[in-house]
């Protein structure tokens, strides 16, 4: 029974660009998209067959995933990073749903004993940062509610989980969003200085304001250089292009599941990480 309903679970996994009038996507971006993907279909949930997903506003198709033309107004850089959770409303008849980001390599297999026995998944940010000193320098307005005291703040980078709670989490966003960034703040902009992160605020805000069985993902920089004298299985680590890191990569990367940050140098990526994404 239970390999039938393996088999029948829907897996939506997501990654979008989305840019204002006038900005188009350049050639790095777009390779950058194609060896997350390509990474991506060897190594994310291959036990599950999911389905991949690129969403953009813009006239560019990436090779080999589902290509989906949004509609929806995209007017500030703010409605860029919201997209990561309002892309929600395309994937609603998907059981999981999992959002990427195009400057990302997974280079370890992730299955789904990893991520698909929990409520949610969530990456902790770099150095556990706390709550309520990043919420202090992100954002004026808006606040959570509850207990902060020892609460790390999570990265938007990479997160996903239950179709139920995706959806508690994209009509939260959205009532929060609409209030805080409303036509007139819009056209005014005064607050641009004042709000960043703001996917991350309003996904730090949900879960610490709503009890769900969370995972919660180790992101650690250091990991990436494969610290022998720590042997911990990290999820996500930094990206580095040095000749360090190159023979790292070379010996193989035994400790994360992902590498962050590869919009730093394309070629490097490129050349160094083949094993990974072909």
Not at 136 to 159: P, Q, R, T, V
Not at 236 to 241: D, E, P, R, T
């Amino acid at each position: 029974m239970k390999k039938i309903i393996d088999n029948i679970m829907k897996i939506a996994c997501a990654c979008g660009f989305y840019a204002e009038f006038g900005v188009e996507m350049n050639e790095d971006q777009i390779k950058m998209q194609e060896i997350m993907f390509k990474s991506a279909k060897k190594y994310l949930l291959s036990d599950c067959n999911p389905d991949f997903f690129f969403l953009t506003n813009l006239n560019v198709k990436i090779n080999n995933v589902k290509n989906i033309k949004i509609k929806d107004k995209v007017n500030c850089f703010y409605d860029m990073l919201m997209m990561k959770i309002f892309c929600y409303r395309y994937f609603q008849d998907y059981d999981y749903v999992f959002i990427l980001e195009g400057d990302e390599i997974f280079v370890n297999h992730i299955t789904k004993d990893d991520l698909l026995s929990y409520d949610f998944n969530l990456i902790n940010g770099i150095g556990k940062p706390p709550v309520e000193s990043i919420l202090e320098s992100s954002s004026k307005k808006i606040k959570i509610n509850g207990d902060l005291k020892d609460k790390i703040w999570k990265a938007g980078c990479f997160f996903g989980g239950k179709k139920e709670v995706f959806l508690e989490l994209y009509k939260s966003s959205l009532v929060n969003y609409n209030l805080l960034f409303n036509e007139d703040i819009h056209e005014e902009r005064y607050w641009i200085e004042e709000e960043k992160y703001t996917e991350e605020v309003f996904i730090n805000k949900f879960f610490i304001e709503n009890n769900y069985n969370i995972n919660f993902l180790v992101f650690n920089d250091v990991a990436s250089l494969e610290d022998e004298n720590k042997k911990n299985n990290f999820f996500l680590s930094g990206f580095h292009n040095t000749e360090e890191f190159k023979e790292v990569v070379n010996s193989g990367l035994h400790y994360a599941k992902m590498l962050h940050d590869t919009k730093k140098d394309v070629k490097f990526l490129e050349e160094n990480f083949k094993n990974y994404y072909e």
